[in-house]
């Protein structure tokens, strides 16, 4: 069967239009503080597969009260994490997830920025490392959720 009609058959299978029998719904999550804007200084190192980061985050408080986010970051290394205008945070990583609580709960609409520093060597996920001499080359995957 061509993939034309194959792609087809899926479309009309599924009450949702795109997604293949027995595919489980999966929503977008609620956050407090959506991000906004991301400010990324990334130095990577193509001979050692390794890549300093420092990336600032800008957030807008979806609801009067937000005042923690996640981040998703698995290995990351010599971490370090605070506000960029001095507000007081406290922060926590258990080595998959970085939470970051402020002092100050954030009324809606109100911005607040967070600034994360880290290395890693091989990263898990995220970036990989392909090739070798001339060819060599490094490639991101960002995915917002």
Known sequence: ???????QQLLHASPAGF??????????????????????????ELDTRTVEVTVVHTLRATR?????????????RSLA????????????????VVHVTWAKPRGRDQRCRVRVRYHTRDPLTGMIFRGQGEGRFAATDHETE
């Open 81 to 96: 994490v605070d506000d960029p205008d001095g507000e007081p945070l406290t922060w926590h990583y258990d080595g998959d």
């Open 64 to 76: 009067d009260g937000a005042r923690s986010i996640r981040m998703d970051g698995v290995d990351l």
């Open 19 to 44: 997604a293949g029998p027995g595919t489980r719904p999966r929503y977008m999550p609620d956050l407090p503080l959506e991000p906004e804007h991301i400010e990324l200084d990334a130095r990577i």
């Open 1 to 7: 069967m061509p993939a034309r009609h194959r792609a």
